[in-house]
């Protein structure tokens, strides 16, 4: 089993950055893929972005490429979503999950963290 714990959302202007830490627990962490959801209120969830179990594939939405980068550490369980140049679309709730399959499709998630809130203020 893998506990997924996120951290580093905030309150930040528009233009700024942030980035977001997912720690998680278990041995088994480099066999899943990680992935980053967003949801902001009375919308759907967004699949934002996803990295292979290696670390060498990645995947990025159209809405967040050219300014997000994902990247994990397998040594420190951890996966991080680097947020640059944010705006106040991009403000919601963030959340981490581990997906079962090498696919970066987001559709096989395992667990999933409580999320981290996100603010982007014009």
């Known amino acids: 089993q893998v506990q997924v714990v996120e951290s580093g959302g905030g309150l930040v202007q528009d233009g700024g950055s942030l980035r977001l830490s997912c720690a998680a627990s278990?041995?088994?962490?480099?066999?899943?893929?990680m992935c980053w959801f967003r949801q902001a209120p009375g919308k759907e969830r967004e699949f934002v972005a996803a990295?292979?179990?290696?670390?060498?594939?990645?995947y990025l939405a159209d809405s967040v490429k050219g300014r997000f980068t994902i990247s994990r550490d397998n040594g420190k369980n951890t996966v991080y979503l680097q947020m640059n140049s944010l705006k106040p679309e991009d403000t919601a709730v963030y959340y981490c999950?581990?997906?079962?399959?090498?696919?970066?499709?987001?559709?096989?998630?395992?667990?999933w963290g409580q999320g981290t809130q996100v603010t982007v203020s014009s």
């Open positions: 278990g041995r088994t962490f480099s066999s899943y893929a």
């Open positions: 999950a581990a997906d079962r399959n090498s696919v970066l499709s987001g559709r096989s998630i395992d667990y």
């Open positions: 990295i292979s179990r290696s670390g060498s594939s990645t």
